[in-house]
């Protein structure tokens, strides 16, 4: 699917998905990624939703956002809820959804200046 988005130049913003894939300013990635609104963090070592663990997370938690999109794959599922807690007590919202939703909405977050990540498990 192709996205259009606002006027965001200069900006990251998510330009296509599809299965097993998203594109970022036309650039198509196959990995899981982070994607902030200035920054585009691919070697995140999360790799599947299966072996998604703290310390993944933890690498999250220093990003200055006031929100993470957590992209769980083409499905949503949901982390143990201690995996999350530590982006509860630094006051950092986490939204879980599967992987389009989260392009859709990091795009609508970001349009609106908001301090957003999204944390994609691609694999």
């Not at 982006?87 to 986490?94: E, L, P, R, T």
Request: proline share 3%; aromatic share 6%; net charge negative.
């Amino acid at each position: 699917m192709k996205l259009h988005s606002a006027n965001t130049t200069g900006l990251n913003t998510f330009t296509g998905y599809g299965q097993g894939y998203v594109m970022v300013n036309g650039e198509r990635h196959d990995k899981s990624l982070v994607v902030l609104p200035r920054r585009i963090v691919t070697d995140w070592a999360a790799s599947t939703f299966e072996a998604l663990a703290a310390e993944h997370l933890a690498v999250l938690l220093d990003l200055e956002c006031e929100v993470v999109l957590l992209g769980t794959g083409s499905v949503l599922r949901f982390p143990r809820p201690e995996l999350l807690q530590p982006f509860s007590a630094k006051g950092i919202g986490v939204e879980v959804m599967d992987v389009h939703a989260a392009c859709r909405t990091y795009n609508i977050l970001m349009a609106e200046e908001r301090k957003v990540a999204a944390a994609l498990l691609i694999g």
